[in-house]
């Protein structure tokens, strides 16, 4: 376990900031409704990331040995923009405009190099072959960046993700990381009922994969498998275990909150819920 | 990319994708950022030779092309000018979605090459042929699509789609005997086609492997004393609504011909010009019929549709005839 207390509570404050954004965000997209399921699930593993394990600089997005994120499981966006704004890419008064006519925050990601964003993603399972091709341009070029690719696990029932699993492996790529954000559901139900992908872990670890599996809202678990350097030649797949809709009550693997409105109510409610969790250190 | 007399002949000797490997060398020599992925097709790719003297410039990607489109859209991120290449089928239709959202909505820097397109593997069967690709490379945003005549031109797109900054599909059709349109170097711009002959009364609107076949019906019909116009339409989009709407004001007829479906290719594109412009002459879609017909040898195919010398020629003989244009 790392001892790395400073890094720990620096995650843990972006994450509980991560989840304000949320709220807010959700609530000013309105009837438009929103991904607060998928979104809340990767929040600890995006506050990993952007926190503490990823090197970025938001004076220069495109810094060529920045590492690369890709959010494959682009409806994951509150989890995403939220973390931009936190890493000073985007502001406060740009995520309330998140869904709202002619934003450049939309439902899905869309590729804006300034606001560091690499991809437009949103139609699943093709986050991982990106990350593929950009490993391997990494690789060509001697960079020492590495490469995060955030998917779901009911995105895995996509057969172009199994391409990518079984090309990163070929190519020998370590400087890849896949995180599944394992919170159990899809779109109309669990994943058990829906699509059953069984043991994901031993998937990946047939296809040639060094996996790992942590608790995906153990911020030490989280920190110590995202951190660690890959000394294998084989690319990283971390099964993080989540909860659909983490930190928001009336959420938690409650598969309604998939995509939905929030209302006023919901919101005083959540916002309540969340302060009162009193996990902002 | 030099390109010359020389290497015009035997370019024709070789076809359009062996054309496609040799022209791939010269540009592994001139490009430092060049990538070319492949589907397990290096061979029916021409990429043997490539492979070997640019192992670093080459990636393969086994029978995956969903997973070829998304490498070759994050090495495009990256900087790299990618071209990807397979069957004309799998190239266009397996991956139609990662290529609307990884090279059209994100604009990546890719360019692909659809190998052996239209009905020259009609022995193969209808799941190896493509009558469906211009249609479909042709509704998606931002992509150029490219048709070219013969070998020559499938060298000179090739080169003006990797100085172009943005995605490509180019199609490639015909044998690997390939009848020349071009026998030297010449100007090639994206956008623009080329008029090859002059003629007042119709106009031939042609692409891929037809324009070879419209040069002999242009040559044919001018003995029954009609004036035919013959013009290269090697890109499909953009595609050259200027010069569609000049021959508009002053040809009797026009006729477009490609190695493709009737529905959404040229015909299609002309078609969409030619919607707006008031009294525009009738036109006569020739290509592909709108079925997967049995398997058959390449000329019997082309020959079924009526897309040899004389099946053109009755075609539009037929259509004054019907319309009375004369």
């Given at each position: ?281 | ?171 490639l059709t015909g044998g690997s005997s390939n009848p020349a349109v071009y026998s030297d170097d010449y100007d090639f711009e994206i ?136």
């Open positions: 376990m790392t001892s790395n207390k400073t890094e720990l509570e620096k995650i843990k404050s972006f994450a509980f900031k991560m989840r304000k954004h949320i709220l807010n965000m959700s609530l000013a997209a309105g009837a438009y409704s929103s991904h607060l399921g998928g979104g809340l699930s990767m929040v600890d593993i995006a506050a990993t990331l952007f926190a503490s394990v990823m090197k970025h600089d938001n004076k220069k997005p495109q810094w060529p040995d920045r590492d690369r994120f890709i959010l494959s499981k682009g409806h994951g966006v509150l989890g995403y923009y939220s973390a931009l704004c936190e890493s000073g890419y985007l502001t406060e008064a740009d995520l309330i405009t998140f869904e709202q006519p002619d934003s450049a925050l939309l439902g899905h990601p869309v590729r804006n190099l300034k606001q560091g964003i690499d991809f437009s993603t949103g139609s699943l399972g093709m986050g991982l072959s990106l990350g593929i091709g950009v490993a391997l341009s990494v690789r060509m070029k001697k960079r020492k960046s590495r490469v995060f690719v955030l998917m779901g696990d009911g995105e895995t029932n996509e057969g172009s993700v199994w391409e990518g699993v079984m090309a990163a492996s070929q190519y020998q790529l370590n400087n890849l990381t896949a995180i599944i954000d394992k919170n159990g559901y899809q779109q109309t139900g669990t994943n058990k009922d829906i699509m059953c992908i069984g043991d994901i872990a031993t998937k990946f670890k047939g296809f040639g994969w060094k996996v790992k599996v942590v608790d995906g809202h153990n911020i030490n678990e989280l920190y110590d498998a995202l951190s660690s350097q890959n000394n294998s030649n084989q690319p990283l797949a971390v099964i993080a275990n989540t909860v659909k809709g983490k930190g928001i009550s009336i959420a938690e693997n409650n598969n309604d909150w998939h995509h939905h409105v929030l209302t006023k109510a919901n919101y005083d409610e959540a916002m309540e819920g969340l302060l009162e969790s009193g996990e902002d250190p | 990319m030099i390109i010359n007399k020389s290497k015009a002949g035997l370019w024709s000797k070789i076809g359009a994708r062996a054309t496609f490997g040799m022209a791939a060398l010269d540009l592994g020599n001139e490009l430092d950022e060049l990538m070319i992925l492949s589907a397990d097709t290096s061979t029916s790719a021409g990429l043997e030779r490539f492979k070997r003297t640019f192992p670093d410039k080459y990636i393969e990607c086994g029978i995956a092309e969903q997973n070829m489109m998304g490498i070759a859209a994050g090495l495009a991120s990256e900087g790299h000018v990618v071209i990807t290449t397979t069957f004309a089928p799998f190239q266009t239709m397996r991956c139609c979605e990662q290529i609307k959202v990884n090279l059209g909505y994100m604009v990546q820097n890719v360019k692909m090459i659809g190998l052996a397109s239209g009905v020259v593997q009609g022995s193969l069967g209808f799941t190896h042929s493509c009558i469906e690709d211009l249609s479909i490379m042709r509704s998606i945003p931002n992509i150029i699509v490219l048709s070219p005549a013969d070998c020559t031109e499938t060298a000179k797109a090739l080169s003006a789609a990797v100085e172009y900054n943005g995605p490509v599909y180019i199609r956008g623009k086609s080329i008029t090859l002959v002059e003629g007042k009364d119709i106009v031939l609107f042609s692409t891929g492997t037809m324009v070879h076949k419209s040069l002999s019906v242009a040559n044919e019909l001018k003995g029954q004393g009609l004036s035919v116009a013959v013009i290269d339409m090697h890109t499909i989009k953009p595609i050259d609504a200027e010069m569609i709407q000049k021959v508009c004001s002053y040809a009797k007829m026009v006729v477009t011909l490609e190695e493709h479906s009737i529905i959404g290719g040229l015909g299609s594109a002309v078609a969409e010009v030619k919607t707006a412009i008031q009294n525009a002459p009738p036109h006569l879609i020739l290509g592909l019929p709108d079925q997967y017909g049995k398997s058959n040898d390449y000329e019997e195919l082309l020959k079924n549709a009526g897309l040899t010398v004389s099946g053109i020629i009755d075609s539009i003989i037929g259509f004054i005839s019907d319309k009375r244009i004369f």
